[in-house]
């Protein structure tokens, strides 16, 4: 299974007259010409490939006489050998996305080769409108194995089955994971009648995963065996009803990965709410009408929570950015010591009302409004490993969402209020650790 | 092994509810979920896998010839594919029975 890199448009701001990534290009590739044209970038629409896409069969490579374009194995670049081309223009009439160019001075083919791996076209873009697209590398992160066996029960465009099956296959065969009842038991045992994976899975109470996961951990120890204990459960096992015993084994340190995949409810039993649920979710327990519109609180901030554990890692992750979710999973896995917690956010399509085929939508918007900012915390540094440039409005993130078509401007006023307010206590947390960094170096 | 839960009588499962056989999920069909279904056009295809990654279910898998097609046994038809694929190579089509 290959996956290939390559320069796309993530955001359809660039002005017409902008021209700063041909420019960029141009001075790249000296005197042969840019391979990107901004009049194309202009036109074209957002998440569009718009150099060379790299493929993974390439139609110039395959009507090229001379054997003069080749695509690397490892990095999937596709690179024309100019020693070789004899300038016969065979290639630039072949490909489908008229990305093959060619000089009529040198009579040599040319083509986008991602500069090496750094494009220069989305470094020099004003607007951030670009994006270096790195599938090959987020593949770099994966095991070969399926382990997730197709057929499981859950709703049909789940993010949360996503995760467990991208966290099976990084985490590899040397895994045991624990549940509770919740949507991933109804994935992963089917009612004790399927299971929905490959690898072993033990089915806990509400109250005791943690504590299965310490006694599971102490035998291990016990014959010598290492393996990985994962946790993957929800907000209202984790937030509210397991909390306890969380923070003890946290206390203990013991060394465990808690994956907490936070829906913001209780979607498995018809969308009650939790204490993750935000301002203003309609729940069947925060219902509106003339008591009350929707939950009256804020919504509890776990990752913090774990951080003032100051256990050995804390990230937040979403599935709408899977390249940062295998990088952050990766380092909870090679954690030497101590826990480490990781809280998904997965939009539930059923539980908060949206079409089944916007949940990456939908987690990526909760992103770039700095509703749920992407971070990492460990050696006592906490990080964002995702800055907006420009954060949307609440708005553009509630509009989406049925549970929050209720609100009218004074309580969207007041949702984003304390979405500012999180994220700006994020950022002088962020801060005041990086001045303490900087006053220890 | 598998059938639908309400078929199971009590004394059919396994002491402390435990499954024996690996991933037999599998035995379970649910394909018949589903009200549109993903068509790739490999023309526009660029093989970047990206509808493989974002597929939840694991339902799409890639073909000899390096395209990718969709397990309709197991695909539920939720669309992600379709809303992920960058070139627009998939579109979701109804089903017709």
């Known amino acids: 299974m290959k996956l290939s890199n390559f320069v796309r448009k993530i955001r359809d701001v660039c002005p017409p007259d902008c021209s700063a990534c041909e420019k960029a290009c141009a001075e790249k590739m000296g005197n042969l010409g840019p391979v990107i044209n901004a009049g194309q970038v202009h036109k074209a629409g957002v998440y569009k490939a718009i150099t060379c896409v790299q493929c993974g069969n390439p139609a110039c490579k395959d009507v090229c006489p001379n054997d003069a374009i080749v695509k690397d194995e490892e990095s999937g670049v596709v690179r024309v050998i100019q020693e070789n081309c004899i300038g016969c223009e065979a290639c630039t009439e072949a490909c489908p996305y008229q990305n093959m160019f060619f000089d009529s001075n040198a009579k040599v083919a040319f083509k986008c080769d991602l500069c090496g791996g750094a494009p220069e076209c989305v470094s020099a873009c004003p607007y951030g409108a670009l994006e270096y697209f790195r599938g090959g590398t987020i593949r770099g992160y994966l095991n070969d194995e399926e382990y997730l066996s197709p057929g499981t029960r859950a709703c049909a465009g789940c993010p949360g089955e996503l995760i467990y099956r991208f966290s099976q296959r990084i985490l590899g065969s040397n895994t045991v994971f624990f549940g509770c009842p919740g949507c991933m038991t109804i994935l992963m045992t089917g009612h004790e009648t399927m299971a929905g994976s490959r690898l072993p899975y033990v089915s806990c109470l509400f109250t005791n995963v943690i504590s299965t996961m310490t006694g599971t951990s102490r035998y291990y120890r016990h014959i010598g065996k290492e393996a990985n204990l994962v946790a993957y459960v929800g907000d209202g096992c984790l937030s509210d009803i397991e909390f306890q015993a969380l923070s003890a084994a946290a206390m203990r340190r013991e060394k465990l990965i808690v994956l907490c995949y936070d829906n913001e409810g209780y979607q498995n039993t018809g969308n009650q709410m939790s204490s993750t649920t935000a301002f203003g979710s309609l729940t069947t327990t925060s219902p509106v009408g003339k008591e009350l519109r929707g939950k009256d609180r804020d919504s509890k901030y776990m990752p913090l929570i774990m951080v003032a554990h100051d256990i050995s890692y804390v990230a937040t992750a979403s599935p709408a950015y899977l390249e940062d979710y295998a990088r952050k999973l990766t380092k909870a896995m090679n954690v030497k010591d101590g826990m480490s917690y990781i809280h998904i956010l997965t939009p539930c399509p059923t539980g908060w009302g949206f079409p089944i085929d916007k949940s990456i939508d939908v987690g990526k918007l909760a992103v770039e409004t700095n509703y749920f900012p992407l971070w990492e915390y460990e050696d006592g540094i906490l990080r964002l490993t995702y800055k907006s440039d420009k954060p949307q409005p609440i708005s553009a993130y509630t509009k989406l969402i049925s549970r929050y078509r209720h609100m009218n401007e004074d309580e969207l006023q007041q949702l984003q209020r304390l979405v500012d307010k999180r994220f700006n206590k994020l950022g002088l947390y962020s801060q005041s650790f990086r001045q303490k960094e900087a006053l220890r170096t | ?97």
């Open chain 2, 1 to 97: 092994m598998a059938k639908p839960m309400d078929q199971y009588k009590w004394h059919e499962l396994n002491v402390g509810c435990v499954i024996e056989e690996v991933g037999n999920a599998m035995e379970y069909k649910t394909g018949d979920w589903r009200t549109m279904k993903p068509v790739w056009n490999d023309a526009k295809c660029i093989k970047c896998g990206l509808c493989w990654l974002f597929c939840p279910d694991a339902a799409i898998y890639q073909n000899d010839e390096g395209f990718y097609a969709a397990n309709l046994d197991y695909c539920k038809g939720c669309g992600i594919c379709a809303k992920e694929c960058k070139p627009g190579a998939i579109t979701m089509v109804e089903e017709e029975r």
